[in-house]
């Protein structure tokens, strides 16, 4: 079956400026995970749902960074007046139920922030 | 100090080898373990999940927990020159939250 896909592939944009990233879980997973992932560093969380809800957003740097998934499926994630330290690949993880321990990823959206 | 601490490497192995990629962590609410592997420009894979403490094996991976060292293992047994990716480890309480903390991964080189 199709795993959990992420739209754009790669996004470059000015500093300032406003993006949203895309995120398409696997059919049928109820959570869905954020992340940020560094250059050489391991994926940092940004905010997990379950459903519809955000259930953490602790992860969340700043209220520059907004979330949402209104239909329990795809989601974006929305990044407000972009730095340039926000450029990182962003990933994308699904799982069944509150299975956290089971989580899927797709394959990542690198943001370069100019 | 991080929650969970894995050693960056480079790790470089001749193929045939017996691999060990170790994690530490602080947190002793963590209850599930994963090793996932990521290769390069990839999102991670998961490799295997294990349960509190014990040993876990699935093919040539064994996953090892000491929840009193607070001490994770992954061993590759016959190692390949396709497990050449770096390996992360992630820990998550599954319990009144959900959030899952990874190490900063180790890379694997397996020569052939």
């Known amino acids: 079956g199709a795993g959990v896909s992420q739209t754009p592939s790669n996004k470059v944009t000015e500093k300032g400026k406003y993006v949203e990233l895309r995120c398409d879980p696997i059919?049928?997973?109820?959570?869905l995970y954020w992340y940020r992932q560094s250059l050489g560093q391991g994926p940092e969380f940004l905010i997990y749902f379950q459903g519809t809800g955000a259930a953490d957003d602790s992860g969340l740097p700043n209220d520059r960074f907004f979330a949402v998934r209104p239909e329990g499926s795809v989601s974006t994630l929305k990044i407000q007046r972009t730095e340039r330290g926000d450029s990182a690949v962003y990933l994308c993880?699904?799982?069944?139920?509150?299975?956290?321990?089971?989580?899927?990823f797709g394959p990542g959206t690198r943001l370069t922030v100019t | 100090q991080k929650e969970v601490e894995q050693d960056p490497g480079p790790l470089s192995v001749p193929e045939g080898a017996i691999v060990s990629l170790n994690c530490t962590y602080s947190n002793s609410a963590f209850q599930y373990f994963m090793w996932y592997r990521q290769y390069s420009r990839k999102g991670p894979e998961l490799l295997m999940y294990t349960y509190s403490s014990g040993n876990k094996e699935d093919g040539r991976f064994t996953a090892q927990v000491d929840k009193s060292s607070k001490y994770i293992s992954l061993f590759i047994r016959d190692s390949q020159p396709s497990d050449s990716a770096t390996y992360l480890c992630a820990m998550t309480p599954n319990t009144g939250g959900f959030k899952t903390i990874f190490g900063a991964g180790t890379r694997l080189f397996v020569k052939a």
């Open positions: 993880a699904s799982s069944r139920g509150r299975s956290s321990y089971e989580q899927y």
């Open positions: 059919s049928g997973h109820t959570a």
